[in-house]
């Protein structure tokens, strides 16, 4: 979260939008939606842009959705600015079609496979549980499957 609070801390949001689940379904600003008598504000997909190119996408849905060519399932989000290469994701991985976290900013990488294994990419390559490489400190840590931490 301390990276996403940094991209947003220095920008304006330009813009929100609702929408339901459907990829067909419009997008609408708040004030459309409450002239929309059955929108499901429980429900909703939402979409933040920032001034300086991020854009956040959350699925409050209870299925999946497309958001910026990812798979965002229930409750999954995908945050990103193309500016400044930063992602934060909580989506389903394309391979293996589990859900996956993975976040990528200027000091360290972070991916998390909730027990699944998948390719992170980047400095992190391949894993299953939670690791993180820290750039600024030359570390990697990584959870064993026994919740205990490796640091390398």
Same mark, same amino acid.
């Given at each position: ?10 920008? /304006?949001?330009?813009?929100? !939008? ?37 854009? %956040? ?21 995908? !945050? ?51 690791? %993180? ?5 030359? /570390? ?13």
């Amino acid at each position: 979260m301390q990276a996403l609070s940094a991209e947003w801390a220095n920008a /304006k949001g330009t813009n929100i !939008a609702y929408r339901a689940a459907s990829a067909s379904a419009p997008w609408l600003s708040l004030t459309q939606a409450l002239n929309q008598p059955s929108f499901d504000f429980q429900h909703p997909v939402l979409r933040v842009t920032w001034s300086n190119g991020l854009v %956040v996408f959350v699925n409050h849905t209870t299925q999946t959705i497309s958001a910026q060519g990812y798979q965002l399932p229930a409750r999954g989000w995908s !945050a990103t600015n193309p500016n400044t290469g930063f992602e934060n994701l909580s989506i389903l991985d394309p391979t293996t079609g589990e859900r996956v976290d993975i976040v990528r900013c200027a000091n360290y990488e972070m991916a998390d496979g909730n027990g699944f294994s998948f390719s992170a990419g980047g400095a992190i390559g391949t894993t299953t549980n939670l690791t %993180v490489a820290n750039f600024l400190h030359g /570390k990697t840590i990584r959870e064993q499957p026994d919740g205990s931490i490796q640091v390398q």
